[in-house]
């Protein structure tokens, strides 16, 4: 699976449906310049916008959903993440809806749209996605923050 067709063909069904949403993690810190490799889909969407999305993305062979992981529960940290695969030609394919609540409140708003040859892409803001990053905190987040912020040498 090519994971830039899936990125815009998950964007499209978003946005035909009306969903709110941004794209975040690995994606968003190549797209803001600190290029990475990266191996899912992460996108932030509003939480009454979730069930919407997960139906949205189901024609797309997104159909494996996983039970709902919940991140520091019960601290500022708190993270809500539903997670939907796809498996296609042996390839397993992860995208991850990071609800927009809890510590991620407000991410959804200053978003940026890109407009693409294959379509529009909308992002986090450049701002939400270093406090993302900062609060979840593991090395692959250090790593992405030094890129983002200058510091990797």
């Not at 968003?28 to 996108?43: E, F, H, L, P, Q």
């Not at 979730?50 to 039970?67: D, F, I, K, N, S």
């Not at 693409?116 to 987040?141: T, Y």
Request: negative net charge; contains cysteine.
């Amino acid at each position: 699976m090519n994971l830039v067709d899936e990125l815009h063909g998950i964007v499209g069904a978003l946005l035909q449906v009306g969903v709110e949403h941004a794209v975040c993690g690995g994606v968003a810190v190549t797209a803001y310049g600190a290029t990475r490799s990266t191996k899912d889909i992460d996108v932030l969407v509003a939480p009454d916008d979730l069930p919407r999305a997960l139906e949205a993305v189901r024609p797309l062979g997104y159909a494996l959903t996983a039970l709902p992981l919940v991140f520091d529960e019960g601290t500022e940290k708190e993270r809500h993440i539903q997670r939907v695969s796809k498996i296609h030609n042996g390839e397993h394919l992860v995208l991850d809806f990071l609800v927009a609540t809890a510590s991620l409140a407000g991410f959804l708003e200053n978003r940026v749209e890109v407009l693409l040859p294959e379509g529009r892409l909308v992002l986090v803001s450049r701002d939400a996605l270093v406090r993302m990053k900062r609060l979840a905190g593991r090395p692959q987040d250090v790593a992405d923050l030094d890129r983002l912020e200058g510091r990797e040498g």
